[in-house]
């Protein structure tokens, strides 16, 4: 019965719209609390305060909710039709990851997770509980433990089948399902994506320093950013693809089938002068239904900034003269770091 409604569940999840379907268990990471230890006691967490506040849950599913007896790890494809390195000539127009062109993961995710979740109380009984990047869960580690891909060199989730464009998301379940086997790594010898790093955030594969990762930078980090990485940023501004874009498996990688995942208007290479006159108001109707909207005006227009400041552009130079008394004082500190790179 078990295998039959795994083979159900894995049509179904496709029928939603996901790409791929796995299942694992709870105990499957025994590895994980040693490793994430590891990396909060380097400090490579950075401002991320949550990761070690809540170790215990992170690192063991079990202590999350005890009653789970599978986890069911499902992937959603967001392959850009575009390659995000050719952005970076544009100096002076910023970079948004490719995840964040579109509507927000979370929400689109977590309604299919809870579309799949019905459907298997109502065709089994039993009870769940879904999670999209919300809440405690080693989201990677599992997905390689029910064998939707490995981590690579890069640390991110990566398959010979999908790629590395693709979402995470897990249904907790008190069904026992059978487990799939666990993925093995096939990045060989490559390590294109810890070349590519523009602030060598890899102190080693397979490792990160969060503190030195633009998508970290630009996204979680409170504050004006160090100014030994400000010229590294370039003109990303929310995210950075480097890693993934440059993976030679991403030419398996399937297409998206979400079309709320693609670029929503002006968010492929926006103009910088435009984002950085942006208030309050202005900033959060520009980026309403995007994950952009979380980070606020303040920390986006600071990024906004210091990709002027690295533009080389002239005509830029009287934008951010403009905010150097910005009642924001990092946006303040920004402008000026700005002003003196162009002058």
């Known amino acids: 019965m078990s295998e039959d409604l795994k083979s159900e569940l894995r049509a179904k999840a496709l029928d939603v719209g996901f790409t791929a379907c796995a299942v694992t268990h709870p105990g499957a990471i025994p590895l994980a609390p040693e490793r994430l230890a590891e990396f909060i006691n380097a400090g490579h967490h950075g401002q991320m305060g949550w990761m070690a ?44 990851s490719t995840y964040a062109q579109g509507r927000d993961y979370h929400d689109l995710v977590k309604k299919r997770l809870k579309r799949l979740g019905r459907w298997l109380i109502e065709r089994a009984g039993g009870e769940i509980k879904v999670f999209v990047d919300t809440a405690p869960v080693m989201e990677k580690p599992l997905a390689e433990a029910a064998g939707l891909g490995w981590q690579g060199k890069h640390t991110n989730l990566l398959s010979r089948e999908l790629g590395n464009w693709f979402f995470l998301g897990a249904i907790f379940t008190t069904h026992a399902l059978p487990p799939d086997a666990p993925a093995e790594g096939h990045c060989g010898s490559c390590h294109a994506c810890l070349d590519i790093c523009p602030t060598n955030a890899f102190p080693a594969p397979y490792q990160l ?8 930078l630009t996204i979680e980090h409170h504050g004006p950013v160090p100014e030994e990485l400000r010229a590294k940023m370039g003109n990303r501004i929310y995210g950075c693809d480097d890693c993934l874009a440059v993976c030679p498996w991403n030419k398996f990688a399937a297409e998206a089938s979400e079309v709320k995942y693609a670029a929503r208007d002006g968010m492929i290479a926006p103009d910088l002068a435009e984002l950085a006159g942006l208030d309050d108001a202005g900033f959060r109707a520009r980026f309403s239904g995007s994950p952009i909207k979380r980070i606020g005006r303040g920390r986006f227009v600071r990024n906004v900034l210091y990709a002027i400041g690295n533009s080389g552009s002239p ?11 910005d009642a924001d004082a990092v946006v303040a500190d920004a402008a000026q770091w700005a002003v003196a790179r162009l002058a």
Do not use: F, K
């Open 53 to 96: 506040d809540r170790m215990a849950w992170r690192g063991d599913p079990s202590a999350l909710w005890p009653e789970a007896r599978s986890i069911i790890m499902l992937a959603e494809s967001y392959t850009p039709d575009h390659n995000p390195l050719d952005l970076l000539a544009l100096r002076e127009h910023g970079v948004i």
């Open 209 to 216: 320093d969060a503190r030195r990762c633009i998508s970290y």
């Open 315 to 325: 005509r830029l130079r009287p934008v951010a003269q403009g905010l150097c008394d």
